[in-house]
């Protein structure tokens, strides 16, 4: 069965550090992967997708198929970025996904 | 601007009621999906329906029922209210995959739901 794990709930950096949400998952099919973001009082949006290969409000997230990993990344975290970030696997027909249980990212000054 | 719109940000329900769950989507897209979103466990999908009158069991289906009667709108149908059932609900449409491309799923505002 296919699974998304988030292993960190909370993430706490500091404006200009580097951030690194950490996404594993397990499929046995050709996955793919996407990240979606909860900023405060607004509703789920998606960030990235790894087929895009894109870089979306300086984020980054690299599909490691040996690793089974799509960890989101960005050099420089802003204040701004605090939000809920949720890894999702595209799974079955229908467009069908499984989320991850979330990490809080938390940009403190 | 794509929308998909909830019929309730926040509902109050005794244990036993009978709860509808409202969704409606104005992109014509044939997928659509609730799920519920609770702390540390993230989003569990409930139901899903690739089109109109159909519909399929996601991952915790168990107290819940769904209405697909038109493309736009897909409801969900809490028959007797628990207390454990008191979660965000969420939302979602899409259109459907192109070949081994997965289309973006649009997410409504949520629904804080407590059951007392």
């Known amino acids: 069965a296919q699974r998304v794990t988030q292993p960190e709930k909370l993430l706490s950096v500091f404006k200009g550090a580097p951030v690194e949400l950490k996404c594993n998952y397990s499929y046995s099919g050709s996955p793919e992967l996407f990240w979606y973001v909860q900023y405060s009082r607004q509703r789920l949006q998606l960030l990235l997708r790894?087929?895009s290969r894109e870089s979306i409000k300086g984020f980054t997230a690299d599909l490691n198929k040996g690793e089974t990993s799509f960890h989101l990344k960005k050099p420089f975290a802003q204040e701004e970025d605090s939000a809920m970030y949720y890894c999702?696997?595209?799974?079955?027909?229908?467009?069908?996904?499984?989320f991850g249980t979330g990490t809080q990212l938390k940009v403190e000054l | 601007d794509v929308k998909v719109t909830q019929s309730s940000r926040y509902l109050v329900k005794r244990t036993g009621e009978k709860v509808f769950l409202e969704c409606v989507q104005d992109?014509?897209?044939?997928?659509m999906f609730w799920y519920r979103q609770d702390p540390g466990l993230g989003l569990r999908l409930i139901y899903f329906s690739y089109d109109v009158k159909m519909k399929e069991k996601g991952d915790i289906p168990e107290g819940y029922s769904v209405s697909r009667e038109k493309k736009e709108r897909f409801s969900l149908i809490l028959e007797s209210a628990s207390t454990n059932q008191t979660s965000m609900y969420l939302c979602?449409?899409?259109?459907?995959?192109?070949?081994?491309?997965?289309?973006?799923?649009?997410f409504g505002p949520g629904t804080r739901l407590t059951v007392l």
């Open positions: 790894h087929i």
């Open positions: 999702a696997l595209a799974t079955g027909g229908g467009n069908k996904l499984t």
């Open positions: 992109m014509d897209h044939e997928n």
């Open positions: 979602a449409s899409s259109s459907p995959a192109s070949g081994q491309t997965y289309n973006e799923q649009f």
